[in-house]
C-alpha cells in the first residue's frame, strides 16, 4: 500500500466521521429517543450505570443496511 492510498482511505474515513457526528448531533438536536427505547437495557446502581441499548443497535443496523444496499445497487448500474 503506498501513501497516496493511506491518506485517501484517512481522507474517506473522516468523512464518514464528521457524518457520523452530523446524524449524532441532529438525532440529540430533534430529541429522538435513542438509547431510551423500549427493550433498551439501562442498570443503575449507587455509582455505577451501564447500558445496553439492544433495539437501538438493531434498529440503526437494519437502517444502514438498507441505506447501504441501496447505494450500492446504484453503483452497479
Known amino acids: ?11 474517506i474515513l473522516g468523512i464518514i466521521l464528521v457524518i457520523a457526528g452530523g446524524v ?6 430533534f430529541n429522538l429517543p435513542l438509547g431510551r427505547l423500549p427493550g433498551d437495557i439501562l442498570v443503575q446502581r449507587g455509582n455505577f450505570t451501564c447500558a445496553f441499548p439492544v433495539v437501538t443497535m438493531i434498529l440503526l ?9 441501496v447505494i450500492v445497487r446504484l453503483l452497479n448500474k
Not at 500500500?1 to 481522507?11: D, F, G, K, T
Not at 449524532?24 to 438536536?29: D, K, M, S
Not at 443496523?61 to 444496499?69: E, P, Y
Open 24 to 29: 449524532v448531533w441532529l438525532a440529540a438536536r
Open 1 to 11: 500500500m503506498n501513501l497516496e492510498s493511506i491518506a485517501r482511505l484517512l481522507v
Open 61 to 69: 443496523s437494519i437502517l444502514l443496511t438498507i441505506i447501504l444496499n
